[in-house]
């Protein structure tokens, strides 16, 4: 006799079988409900044997309408000639009344608001209900995970089921335990199950918020820090911070004096809150060149920070690039300047007419002012840049743009 779950309705028909071999052959078979014998004459049930080889004989138990006081466990004994009892094993049967599914969440600690980095979490979903459901899913802020995927990423996973409870319910449990939590291990969990009978699917679920205590994080946005440019690019640099409890307003400084860099006619800073637990930052300088060699510096910190978090993003031109830049309109009598940025660190600036190849200097072309710088503007002494600047007080179509 195998083991076997045999759900039903409340008031419907069962109806077990029980097969026992033996050599010599049973004579008779018998059945028990836990450890009393079932009699024959009970109202309510019929029993019928039947002999299916010379070895074997098999008998099936009927209940008429199942009830509460009807569900348990059964198995049946087969007696031979010597009346020694012929086992079955571990073979029974065991009734149960259809329960639908529920769920019940609980956690370890028992109770929290938020929970601290290195400590340990248990989530544990239990379902009870007949027939057994059929597994878990989880999900973290709405993201299905694969059980391989927690153990991995989070700790074990668990499931246990319990068939012995003195309510007839079938208990499944789902334990996750994160046995080393993260600051990365905040948010919404959530546990679902489903249990099917006759045909219909019925779908329940749990979730936890998991808000982690930690002190205050920074990090690049875009996941680079150290800025290699053309030496006329503008750049624009974004840091995250991020904590709970939720972190202070980021502040950028220089990392050569630690001056705050708060926006100017240079450069601009612009804040954005992201949710309670994260803040981003947006750092755009308009000209690399004036700040090459140095760092800005992002900082920020909350509550449990013992001294602001940190991140440097190193500004630095790519070598021997060259940049021009417009200003003014390029319309008849407008003032019309082009600015020439390299990061060469020899040689001189030359300007030539477009498609000419025409040296452009002061004494040939008297209405171009030229001026050019062939001094470091930065603060490293590791890399020059050259400024060039080429001026026409007032744009005439005749003359050829240089270029």
Known sequence: MAVTELAVAAGSPAT??????????????EWYFGETQISESDPGISMATSERSSYEKSSTYSISSV????????????????????????????????RPVTMVASTTPSSFTSISEQTSLTLTCTALGVPEVSGF??????????????????????HTPDYSRPDHNIEVKSILEIEDVKYFNLGTYKCTTTQLWNGITETVSETF???????????SATGETDILQDVGSQVRLTCAA????????????????????SGGNEYSVQHFVVNEYKKQSVLQFLLLPLYHGKSPVCTSSNQLSSSPAELPFPLRMLPDSV????EGKEEEGEPFTLTCLTSFTSGEITWYKHQSG???????????????????????????????????VTLNSSKFLPN
């Open 16 to 29: 077990l079988s029980c097969t026992v071999a033996s050599k010599p052959p049973p004579t008779k078979l």
């Open 67 to 98: 009830t509460s006081t009807e569900e348990g466990k059964y198995s049946c004994m087969g007696y031979h000639v010597y009346d020694s009892i012929e086992a079955p094993g571990d073979g029974y049967s065991y009734v149960r009344i259809h």
């Open 137 to 158: 899913q989880w999900s973290i802020d709405s993201v299905m995970m694969e059980s391989e995927e927690i153990t991995s990423n989070l700790g074990t996973l668990s």
């Open 209 to 219: 918020d998991v808000s982690v205590d930690f002190e205050a994080k920074t990090s």
């Open 242 to 261: 991020f904590g709970n409890p939720t972190p202070s307003d980021i502040v950028w400084k220089w990392d050569h004096d630690g001056s705050t860099i």
């Open 323 to 326: 940049t021009i830049l417009q």
């Open 358 to 392: 025409i040296h452009v200097n002061r004494n040939q072309y008297y209405d171009w002012r030229i001026f050019v710088f062939p001094r470091n503007l930065q603060h490293s002494t590791n890399s020059t840049v050259a400024r060039g600047i080429l001026q026409l």
